[in-house]
């Protein structure tokens, strides 16, 4: 097991369960939150889960909305199988736009960072998917393969700075269910609990002390 050597703490970390964000997927978290504020909605988590001593480390590559990717016609597995296929589908976490006090908010979770070319091809799709929704299908079709290169090219700061101009919201994401590869209850708990602090903290970073 490696744990990832870039990262940012956000909030109080203790416990035996550690949660590590990706930071592109962080920010997917936020753009469906911001788009779809009013709605509940699913997505799915992509990734790792290593056991160590008495510790249990969640390791999150990758996310997709389950609503979105089911009126693209494919499932978890299919999106797995073309954008996350080195990792495990370890878990859901159920969106809400509701602004709310949540318990142990103020539980932290980790940030890091990785060049994740999975997600960052990923989020290439969702933003091809946002633009068909703009213009024909003629000038969809238009876009060159050179083009999205670009994308793939910019540097981190650059990419991040433009989807969290696009995304940028202030509502809370509650974790309120997942269903992991685990074949261990109170392990699958655990993971739930510590997640859903990490997921409501990731709304307001300048809320935590």
């Not at 016609?73 to 969106?95: A, D, M, T």
């Not at 933003?127 to 090219?153: A, H, M």
């Not at 269903?179 to 609990?193: A, L, P, R, S, W």
């Amino acid at each position: 097991m490696q744990l990832p050597t870039m990262v940012k703490q956000m909030g109080r970390v203790d416990g035996n369960e550690r949660v590590y964000i990706e930071d592109y997927v962080y920010a997917y978290l936020n753009e469906l939150k911001a788009e779809k504020s009013n709605l509940p909605l699913r997505a799915a988590l992509f990734g790792h889960v290593y056991h160590r001593e008495n510790q249990n480390f969640y390791l999150v590559f990758g996310a997709a909305s389950v609503v979105d990717e089911l009126a693209n016609g494919r499932g978890e597995e299919q999106v797995r199988k073309e954008y996350f296929e080195e990792y495990e589908l370890i878990g859901y976490v159920n969106i809400y736009g509701n602004k709310q006090e949540l318990p142990g908010k103020k539980e932290g979770y980790y940030i890091f960072y990785d060049k994740n070319e999975s997600m960052q091809n990923y989020l290439l799709f969702c933003y091809k998917q946002r633009n068909k929704k703009r213009v024909n299908k003629s000038e969809v079709n238009d876009i060159k393969e050179n083009d999205l290169g670009f994308f793939r090219t910019t540097s981190r700061a650059s990419l991040i700075d433009f989807i969290k101009r696009l995304i940028y919201g202030g509502c809370i994401i509650i974790l309120s269910i997942a269903v992991t590869t685990i074949n261990d209850y109170k392990k699958m708990h655990g993971f739930v609990e510590e997640a859903g602090r990490a997921a409501a903290a990731a709304w307001g970073e300048e809320q935590l002390p």
